[in-house]
């Protein structure tokens, strides 16, 4: 069976062995977009204003400038962000998303071919250190990059050339795992060799473009690696 209309992984080979990997985070390691979603949603009930899902799926895997100024656009320059995001929080809580099916064992394989990973991700550290804390990731990965790390975020290649430098090794030799198309553009536009495991967004034309293969999961991707 295809994914996506694309060739089966049985029938896919990286053009080269990745001597290292970058993961974006919220809807690849972790399944937190349908909970960000949800967060959102009760904020804007909360404040009176009608959110809808395309509306959220235009914030998704790009960095925070690009969501406030969303936000304000959908809403007009007097909607009280800092308010709205107070409410987002409040939602979460304590709470955290899961890991996606398949970390742990892509993790494990990586640890043992010794193979290094970092993260390149839109989100604050806040939440990066909360879900590693959760999931016991801080000690596994290489470096971290989040939203605060770098001058421009996705879809700008700038997260993943500065996760790249992290880990070492030239773009070209670092394989990307990415859910969304914004995400997917900025690992292409780095020179990564780039993967996408969609969640919330399934890739358009010039997405399946950019990225080498779909993937179903992240299952997919250990089939790949042990390939």
């Known amino acids: 069976m295809t994914t996506l209309g694309l060739p089966p992984v049985s029938a896919f080979r990286l053009p080269r062995r990745p001597k290292a990997?970058?993961?974006d985070l919220d809807g690849t390691l972790i399944d937190s977009e349908a909970l960000v979603l949800e967060a959102y949603m009760a904020a804007a009930d909360r404040h009176g204003v009608p959110f809808t899902h395309a509306q959220f799926?235009?914030?998704?895997?790009?960095?925070?400038?690009?969501?406030?100024?969303?936000?304000?656009?959908y809403f007009g320059?007097?909607?009280?962000l800092e308010a709205f995001y107070a409410t987002v929080g409040?939602?979460?809580?304590?709470?955290s998303a899961p890991l996606k099916p398949g970390v742990g064992a892509l993790l494990d394989?990586?640890?043992a071919s010794a193979t290094p990973y970092a993260l390149a991700t839109s989100s604050g550290p806040g939440w990066v250190n909360k879900h590693f804390a959760a999931h016991n990731l801080a000690e596994r990965f290489r470096g971290v990059v989040t939203r605060e790390d770098v001058?421009?975020?996705?879809p700008h290649p700038e997260p993943y050339l500065k996760a790249s430098t992290i880990l070492g090794h030239r773009p070209h030799d670092v394989l990307a795992i990415e859910d969304s198309p914004t995400g997917v553009a900025s690992a292409h536009a780095a020179g990564l060799m780039t993967i996408m495991a969609p969640d919330l967004i399934q890739p358009d034309e010039e997405t399946r473009g950019?990225?080498?293969?779909?993937?179903?999961?992240?299952?997919?991707?250990?089939g790949l690696l042990e390939g």
């Open 151 to 154: 001058t421009h975020g996705k």
């Open 77 to 80: 320059a007097a909607f009280p």
């Open 109 to 111: 394989r990586l640890d």
């Open 21 to 23: 990997v970058v993961f």
């Open 210 to 222: 950019r990225a080498l293969h779909v993937v179903k999961s992240l299952d997919d991707v250990l």
């Open 57 to 73: 799926l235009t914030l998704v895997g790009r960095h925070r400038q690009h969501s406030e100024l969303k936000m304000r656009e």
């Open 90 to 95: 409040e939602f979460f809580g304590d709470r």
